[in-house]
């Protein structure tokens, strides 16, 4: 009986104490709705509580490499479009296999991205803002989260798309981003939705068009990309949950099952909707044949717009 001890704890009485979930990102952008959203529900319908842990620092990396370390079997993290599919290629060198030393266990949500700018700025809509940064190249900016941060991503992609120049300003996270964007010290921003849309629906924020393939329910007068001379454009942020490798594949199926339900539930739901977030769910299996495809779709990005870390 004693040889026993020396085994992990398997799903059927695992988690045995509170299971902590490591967000890569400061406080205050999609990232940390999205993981609290879920955590909230999952300490539900797990039987032990889940809390929300940020940790920021080098574009995720550190608490990715934390994590990918962790062997308490308590311990998950929130990967994203960064993390898992810009890193990789962003970075000569990663602290973490974004594939071998985590298990996925489900993705949780899509954000769709919002192009915003300050009020002062004289462009309507996208075409006018297109329109008014080839009228004076060079001279406008915009924030990100950070150097291969999904709002970073989402200009770049734009700019591609649309064969404009505009100065990229990386912060240390959302939440600073959005100070500067807000009192105007920045033209522009690709924020998830989550974040800003409160701001937009205020006024302090105005919002030239959405990422997203259709337009969305708490902004129905504003066009997408694609609807304003871009076909074809889209782009979404997204989140998901991953475990360290070392976590016995029982307990991260337990999890995948548990986190599904807590998605499906209407508090759940209602409270990503509140922040134009969609919930998703799904299988272990869907999410790493996702991760997957993210990879090959922002590999070509990454390399097209030269992307470097800070």
Not at 5 to 20: C, I, Y
Not at 206 to 230: H, K, N, W, Y
Not at 282 to 308: D, L, M, N, S, Y
Request: hydrophobic share 45%; net charge positive; aromatic share 8%.
């Amino acid at each position: 009986m004693a040889g026993s001890l020396a085994f992990p704890v398997l799903a059927q009485s695992w988690p045995t104490k509170p299971v902590r979930f490591v967000v890569p990102f400061a406080p205050g952008g999609s990232s940390e709705i999205v993981a609290r959203a879920a955590a909230g529900e999952l300490s539900k319908t797990l039987g032990q509580g889940v809390f929300v842990d940020n940790k920021p620092g080098a574009s995720g990396n550190i608490a990715m490499a934390e994590v990918a370390r962790a062997d308490d079997q308590h311990t998950v993290i929130l990967g994203h479009i960064g993390t898992l599919a810009v890193n990789p290629y962003m970075f000569d060198k990663l602290p973490y296999d974004p594939i071998k030393d985590f298990k996925p266990v489900s993705l949780l949500a899509k954000v769709p991205s919002l192009y915003v700018v300050h009020p002062d700025v004289p462009a309507k809509n996208l075409r006018e803002f297109v329109a008014l940064v080839k009228a004076k190249p060079g001279t406008m900016n915009y924030g990100s989260a950070g150097n291969g941060s999904a709002g970073h991503l989402a200009m770049e992609y734009l700019k591609m798309t649309a064969g404009i120049f505009i100065t990229h300003i990386p912060y240390k996270g959302t939440g600073p981003q959005l100070t500067d964007l807000l009192a105007g010290r920045l033209d522009a921003a690709s924020v998830g939705a989550s974040a800003i849309i409160q701001h937009i629906k205020t006024g302090k924020l105005r919002c030239i068009a959405t990422g997203s393939a259709q337009r969305i329910p708490q902004l129905p007068d504003v066009p997408t990309v694609a609807e304003q001379g871009f076909p074809g454009f889209e782009m979404t942020q997204w989140y998901g949950m991953l475990a360290p490798a070392s976590m016995p594949q029982a307990n991260v199926d337990k999890l995948a099952a548990e986190t599904q339900k807590a998605l499906r539930s209407q508090a759940a739901v209602d409270r990503l909707n509140q922040d134009a977030a969609i919930a998703v769910g799904g299988t272990p299996a869907e999410f790493a044949q996702f991760i997957a495809g993210e990879q090959r779709r922002w590999k070509q990005v990454v390399e097209r717009a030269k992307i470097k870390p800070e």
